[in-house]
T-cell receptor, first 115, second 117 residues
Framework: SAVISQKPSRDICQRGTSLTIQCQVD?????MFWYRQQPGQSLTLIAT?????????ESGFVIDKFPISRPNLTFSTLTVSNMSPEDSSIYLC????????????FGQGTRLTVV | AQSVAQPEDQVNVAEGNPLTVKCTYS??????LFWYVQYPNRGLQFLLK??????LVKGSYGFEAEFNKSQTSFHLKKPSALVSDSALYFC???????????????FGKGTKLSVIP
């Protein structure tokens, strides 16, 4: 299994500012993803982080709001831009190999509160 | 389209009693099914998965799940619940037709399990 370090673990931010979340994996992984978990809700996939190219965003999420970088196979960042209170959520980094049926592993999450 | 349903928001069980957390799914092809557990202020931890083969799969911490194709279910079970099992449990599904390069993993809304001492 992969060990995923996600930073920061939590933050309180002012509306209108941006926060960058880092995800570091202890081994090279094929696939990296970013999820959002709103209070009391399930997980929603934001985007797939592609190495060396633009991320693939799910419906309802756009690059201007959630820019993602993935410079190599072990590291990715998610920025939450121009934050509003509605962005208060837990943001989770996830990885898996490309093997068929492979399970995903998750970071411990970043609990973001926007005031 | 794929979907997963966890019909119970909360399950309460006495310590030492068997527990079941329900999950049903819908996919076009064959399902890949997963259970995860989330403790407070933590990320998701993988418990077990069904890909193919034996319908009864065993996972971490004494949990097991039974795949039932006719009922499109994948209920999570444990013979004897512990207080430390109290957490939020998520069922997830991916359609095998998605292909290895795709990751359309869909999560249920989660079931809060409370084990009462």
């Amino acid at each position: 299994s992969a060990v995923i370090s996600q930073k920061p673990s939590r933050d309180i931010c002012q509306r209108g500012t941006s926060l960058t979340i880092q995800c570091q994996v202890d081994s090279q992984v094929t696939m990296m993803f970013w999820y959002r978990q709103q209070p009391g809700q399930s997980l929603t996939l934001i985007a797939t982080a592609n190495q060396g190219s633009e991320a693939t965003y799910e419906s309802g999420f756009v690059i201007d709001k959630f820019p993602i970088s993935r410079p190599n196979l072990t590291f990715s960042t998610l920025t939450v831009s121009n934050m509003s209170p509605e962005d208060s959520s837990i943001y989770l980094c996830s990885v898996r190999t490309g093997a068929e049926g492979a399970e995903a592993f998750f970071g411990q999450g970043t609990r973001l509160t926007v005031v | 389209a794929q979907s997963v349903a966890q019909p119970e928001d909360q399950v309460n069980v006495a310590e030492g009693n068997p527990l079941t957390v329900k999950c049903t799914y819908s996919v076009s092809g064959n399902p890949y099914l997963f259970w995860y557990v989330q403790y407070p202020n933590r990320g998701l931890q993988f418990l077990l998965k069904y890909i193919t083969g034996d319908n009864l799969v065993k996972g971490s911490y004494g949990f097991e799940a039974e795949f039932n194709k006719s009922q499109t279910s994948f209920h999570l079970k444990k013979p004897s619940a512990l207080v430390s099992d109290s957490a939020l449990y998520f069922c997830a599904v991916r359609d095998s037709l998605s292909g290895a390069g795709s990751y359309q993993l869909t999560f249920g809304k989660g079931t809060k399990l409370s084990v009462i001492p």
